[in-house]
């Protein structure tokens, strides 16, 4: 049977309100669990997958050579009902991310759905002597090539998932539902509770609590994190601390790139939301809901702002605009740790990334 040509569609305005996450990636990159929507969908209905998306964004992601027989909201959540939903031609009764905290707050559910996707009919690695297991032994997945030692898991409240590849290092305790992506790494020493995704070639330590790293970010060390969505090539300094509570436990606002303010989120928790090849150095301080764009290196004492653009430098003490130059520079050393490039097609984008950060400046 030939495989099907879909289209993924990215909304302005829910692109829009996915900044800083989707300056660098069309929405259904996004990572949700322990799969992104795209990989959700490529799961579910196979096919021959292409975006429409921002034109910037198009050389990387670009659109389908042949006419698509579905054309699908790339903010829908696939699930095997939405999917059938499709397969009928009838609307999808469908979830989806509509926020930047809906990344964080959907994670958990997700992590629970594609463990079921990915694990069912196989079978795990087992799990060494060493470790200590509390809850149900099948609701927890060891890929091959994961090393697991002296650590506690537990299943209790939902799944734990350790990609291929990933470490878990002895004295971490794991409270699911949890997923470590392949070669992710988890610190001695860890604690991470409920509803937080590690993601590929992530490293962790500290603390962290309903936490989505997308992929190759670090917070290696002591620190708090909580209630936050971190993008890819990040890195988080020793005893950098932000806050997920205000201390009078006021409704939380998080600022909006759509409507260039600070909205209302309904919500108490909420902590950092940090765009692609951003840093914070050690022991930073964030404030509750505090989001950085693309670029941003965060250091000094105090407390930086609650939003800062993108390609800015500094602290509480006042920022400095970061030279494309010398952000190319930074993103190609550390992108070269991993054996990545940072390709022309890349720099175009950035390009046009710090063109628009300029209106918030």
């Not at 610190?187 to 989505?212: A, H, Q, S």
Request: proline share 5%; glycine share 12%.
């Amino acid at each position: 049977m030939e495989l099907p040509y879909i289209t993924l569609r990215d909304s302005e305005e829910t692109r829009l309100n996915l900044l800083p996450m989707t300056f660098t990636r069309p929405v259904p990159e996004i990572r949700l669990g322990i799969l992104t929507l795209s990989e959700k969908w490529a799961r579910l209905l196979p096919g021959h997958y292409s975006w429409a998306t921002a034109g910037y964004l198009a050389e990387k992601y670009p659109a389908g050579a042949a006419p698509s027989k579905y054309v699908i909201d790339s903010d829908i959540i696939p699930t095997p009902g939405v999917v059938a939903d499709i397969l009928r031609g009838v609307a999808p009764q469908a979830d989806r991310i509509a926020s930047l905290y809906d990344i964080f707050l959907k994670n958990g559910e997700a992590i629970e759905a594609d463990f079921r996707l990915i694990t069912a009919g196989r079978r795990s690695q087992p799990l060494p002597a060493d470790n200590i297991l509390i809850g149900d032994a099948s609701m927890l997945f060891i890929e091959e090539g994961a090393t697991v030692e002296g650590a506690t898991l537990n299943t209790r409240r939902g799944p734990i998932y350790i990609g291929k590849g990933a470490e878990v290092m002895e004295g971490s305790c794991l409270r699911g539902p949890i997923a470590i992506c392949e070669h992710a790494t988890v610190n001695m020493g860890t604690r991470i509770y409920g509803g937080t995704t590690v993601g590929p070639w992530c490293k962790v330590g500290g603390e962290l609590n309903n936490v989505v790293m997308f992929g190759y970010s670090n917070k290696a060390h002591d620190g708090f994190l909580g209630n936050a969505v971190i993008g890819e090539w990040c890195n988080i300094g020793a005893g950098c601390v932000a806050s997920n509570l205000k201390n009078d436990y006021t409704e939380i606002k998080l600022w909006n790139y759509q409507a260039h303010r600070f909205l209302r989120t309904g919500l108490q928790f909420c902590g950092l939301i940090m765009g692609d090849h951003s840093k914070a150095g050690i022991n930073t301080m964030f404030n509750t809901a505090t989001v950085l764009g693309v670029g941003v290196n965060i250091h000094g004492s105090g407390f930086p702002r609650n939003f800062v653009p993108s390609f800015s430098e500094g602290g509480a003490s006042g920022f400095t605009d970061v030279a494309l130059t010398k952000f190319f520079d930074i993103a190609s050393r550390m992108m070269a740790r991993r054996g990545k490039e940072l390709t022309e097609a890349d720099r175009r984008i950035f390009r046009s990334i710090y063109d628009f950060a300029e209106r918030f400046k």
